[in-house]
């Protein structure tokens, strides 16, 4: 019997979802571990962080921890894979646009400052001996990888403690690891993540997965106003400015959570661009047009209901 757990971190809906009813609290314990310690690598929200250690380190090589050193190389190889599209040096970007705090408490008040980001290829990370080096004055930002990342360490060692097919959601990233189900994990996609027991909003399907991830990237989640303008967390980083997309909605599937996101927030910086990039890779994909049309890709099914 498939039993699940609901609660909120990181200002994002949180699920974790196990096909032995007897294993939930284990499954549960295991996935609050893993993004307590990913926040403590990771957030830039937090003064006692190593990534704020090594921000202030100017710009010297810094030592850090194993798990650290993983979130790195996933935001490089990332910006790799993206050509760019996907940098994890837009936290100055998203500083200057007001965005420098816990999105529930941005201020509204101030101007903006446009930072284009510095560029992925400042960042010297020695994989082998744990130590990164990043110039002083450059601000990190991870939300396009570690959020999806911890996703994918949560289930596995959910399903690794537990014996038991867990599925692992963290606001729109979606990760499964051990036996799935009979039939799969279904999964509902639509434009706005919300609680799955309730209505839908606007159009939305329903997926089955088996393995790997899925992720759902919008320009219409974690927004705020500022300077007379609306904007959202998806920055591109050659202007520092979240995009005017093409898409309001995207959603990949991929042999990992982690490898979803990066192509779900790469095609929102691409726009129109993005759909020949996702059928090139083979990548099963939704696009939702910002007037609401669809496109799907890559084997997606279609779309079954709307709201």
């Known amino acids: 019997m498939i039993a699940a757990a609901d ?7 949180v699920r974790v979802a196990v096909t032995d009813s007897t294993a939930l609290d284990a499954a549960r314990a295991e996935v609050t571990a893993v993004m307590a310690e990913v926040d403590r690598a990771a957030s830039r929200f937090r003064a006692d962080s190593e990534l704020a250690a090594v921000e202030a380190s100017d710009g010297s090589f810094t030592r850090i921890g194993p798990l650290l050193t993983d979130l790195l190389a996933a935001a490089l190889r990332a910006a790799r894979l993206t050509d760019g599209d996907v940098d994890p040096t837009v936290g100055g970007s998203l500083c200057g646009l007001g965005y420098d705090r816990d999105l529930a408490e941005v201020s509204l008040d101030g101007g903006l400052a446009v930072r284009p980001a510095p560029g992925w290829r400042t960042i010297e990370l020695d994989v082998s001996r744990h130590r990164v080096r990043v110039p002083a004055g450059t601000h990190l930002d991870l939300g396009a990888t570690a959020k999806a990342q911890a996703a994918d360490l949560a289930a596995r060692a959910a399903a690794r403690t537990t014996g038991a097919g867990c599925l692992v959601a963290i606001g729109g990233d979606v990760s499964v690891a051990g036996p799935a189900p009979a039939g799969g994990w279904r999964i509902r996609v639509e434009d706005v993540t919300g609680d799955p027991s309730g209505p839908p909003v606007g159009p939305w399907t329903v997926v089955t997965v088996r393995e790997g991830g899925l992720a759902t990237s919008s320009v219409h989640a974690r927004r705020w106003k500022r300077g007379g303008m609306q904007l959202h967390h998806v920055v591109d980083p050659r202007t520092g400015l979240p995009p005017v997309s093409t898409w309001r909605t995207v959603s990949v ?55």
């Open 7 to 13: 609660w909120t971190a990181w200002t994002c809906a």
């Open 253 to 307: 599937a991929a042999a990992s959570c982690t490898d979803a996101n990066i192509a779900s927030t790469a095609a929102l910086v691409r726009q129109a661009s993005a759909v020949p990039w996702l059928r090139a890779r083979g990548l099963p994909a939704r696009l939702v047009r910002a007037d609401g049309a669809l496109l799907t890709l890559g084997g997606w099914p279609a779309e079954e209901r709307a709201a």
